[in-house]
């Protein structure tokens, strides 16, 4: 008999050790416009010191298969689970530990398609791991579309911390969210370090690195404004004629993984090896979809020294 079985989308929960997994898998399943019946197979990979809610899993309609060990992460295995529960939806709240290659490398059933991946951070002790355990931290956030910090307080030095991330993921969305369940995104114009009422935005080396991430989370906050920096012009094949990078070379993790990010500009300068510019440019936000970017259009340039530290920076 063939199956009826509908493709299930796959909600990929990832971080350190008791950063918040299974609250926030909770938290979703407490969201009804999010579970709305659907039948929701959850596959969890570690044992944290909260435990699911047999309660909430019986009302979202949920299975839950617990793994103990890191072989038993496998294709035989999730098939088995598929077969068993055929479900509609699969969140799975993935044990870091285990590896994000091994993630990876383990075949989903033919119907998963993975529709999100969400690493959770305990702001409480994030700088502690990071100087301890810096890899083991990093690997998931650079495969994730939602970073989210929870247990942060006002104290805390949000805005470094997203340059952080966004220096490993620079697609990733950002929340810090506080113990009441507020959040934000941990950016204030008052936080910016130049002058967003000036006439010509004047950006320094130290500050294009703030310039950058701001500009991907907040376009709307440069629209129509005119911005002034050093970088490098970058050649795109994928772009348009008359329109080029304009950017810099950055080291988003180590010495051996860098590649330039920067604006896409509208202009006539052409990319040469090593040269660098000073861009005087008006910015201008484009949309598509529920997409915004921040789009610069060139005004003027003049040859400027290569500066001291040619890679962008994001701290």
Known sequence: MKSTQKIAGVYIVT????????????SMLEDKNFTQG???????????IEEYNEDLLKESN???FCLDTKDEWNYENL??????????????????????DHLGSVEMPGLW????????????????????????MTDPMKEADLVLFNRCTDDMPKSQWRRTIRALNPNANI??????????DGVADEDL??????????ITDEQLGIFYVDSLDHPDRYDGKTVRFVGQPFQ??????????????????????????????????????????RLTARCEKKTNGKESVLMLVELKTEPAPRPRDRYLTFN
């Open 38 to 48: 659907v039948k929701t197979l959850i596959i969890s990979c570690e044992e944290g």
């Open 236 to 277: 795109d094949k994928a772009m348009p004629q008359g329109f080029y990078l304009f950017g810099r070379l950055a080291m988003t993790c180590c010495a051996n993984d860098v590649a330039p990010v920067g604006w896409v500009t509208q202009g006539t300068l052409k990319a040469v090896s090593r040269h660098f510019y």
């Open 15 to 26: 971080g350190f050790i008791e950063s918040g997994k299974t609250s926030l898998i909770h």
């Open 113 to 136: 398609r993975v529709v999100q991946v969400i690493t959770t951070v305990d702001a409480t002790t994030f700088e502690n791991y990071m100087a301890n355990v810096r890899m083991m």
């Open 62 to 64: 949920c299975t839950l």
């Open 175 to 184: 929340l810090f969210e506080a113990n009441d369940g507020s959040s934000d």
């Open 79 to 100: 098939v088995k689970m598929d077969a068993q529960v055929q479900p509609e939806r699969v969140i799975i709240e993935y044990n870091s530990m285990w590896g994000i």
């Open 193 to 202: 370090p130049y002058d967003m009422k000036a006439d010509v935005i004047d």
